[in-house]
């Protein structure tokens, strides 16, 4: 089945600093998105793309579907401490397939 | 506008016991979705619903698991009997189309003695 590899499993970073984390998978997908979870909720959707070299912007946070259709990152710049939490890829190689979910950026931000 | 709404937030119960989570998706949403969260595997898709109708219950971990969607405003998840092994945080999802980003619910975290 499909496969989605996200890198860093985790990340300490200074408040102020750029963050970039990114997805690959092991087939082409047709959309690629973004989201975070903060504890004790549900996901929350950042960033949808679904072209191939897409980018698009959401505040601080920019995110790019690869021109491979393989992979997609996210980058947040200038972090703060609301930044804080897991960040999840997730992706799909066509219209109603169900999502396919990475293994989640652990983001923790240092004041 | 009202998100994806799951009870209860909090299950503790012991093994053996029938659980019931709920969920109400978003109105106008026509997909619906259960998700298994764990610190081990992620986030698991265990079935998901388009128009009321099971499409795909194919990460139902056995026969232990049932989920129904009787209308458009509502779901559940059956898990009987349970086991310490089913602990885990059970998210709800709904979407408009099967092509549509999902929102998901804050999740029931199930603790299982």
């Known amino acids: 089945g499909q496969q989605l590899n996200q890198s860093p499993q985790s990340m300490f970073i200074q408040e102020g600093e750029d963050v970039s984390m990114n997805c690959t998978s092991s087939?082409?997908?047709?959309?690629w998105l973004w989201y975070k979870q903060d504890p004790g909720e549900g996901p929350v959707l950042l960033i949808a793309?679904?072209?191939?070299?897409e980018l698009t912007s959401n505040g601080r946070l920019t995110a790019q579907f690869g021109i491979t259709r393989k992979d997609s990152f996210l980058n947040i710049s200038a972090s703060i401490p609301s930044d804080v939490g897991i960040y999840f890829c997730?992706?799909?190689?066509?219209?109603?397939?169900?999502?396919?979910f990475g293994k989640g950026t652990r983001l923790s931000v240092i004041a | 506008d009202a998100g994806v709404i799951q009870s209860p937030r909090h299950e503790v119960t012991e093994m053996g016991q029938e659980v019931t989570l709920r969920c109400k998706p978003i109105?106008?949403?026509?997909?619906l979705f259960w998700y298994r969260q764990t610190m081990m595997r992620g986030l698991e898709l265990l079935i998901y619903?388009?128009?009321?109708?099971?499409?795909?219950d194919s990460g139902m971990p056995e026969d232990r698991f049932s989920a129904k969607m009787p209308n458009a405003s509502f779901s559940t998840l059956k898990i009987q009997p349970s086991e310490p092994r089913d602990s885990a945080v059970y998210f709800c999802?709904?979407?408009?189309?099967?092509?549509?980003?999902?929102?998901f619910g804050d999740g029931t975290r199930l603790s299982i003695l």
């Open positions: 997730a992706g799909r190689n066509s219209g109603n397939t169900p999502l396919v």
């Open positions: 087939s082409i997908f047709n959309t």
């Open positions: 793309l679904y072209k191939a070299g």
């Open positions: 619903f388009n128009n009321n109708v099971p499409i795909d």
């Open positions: 999802a709904s979407s408009r189309t099967g092509s549509q980003p999902q929102h």
């Open positions: 109105s106008g949403h026509n997909s």
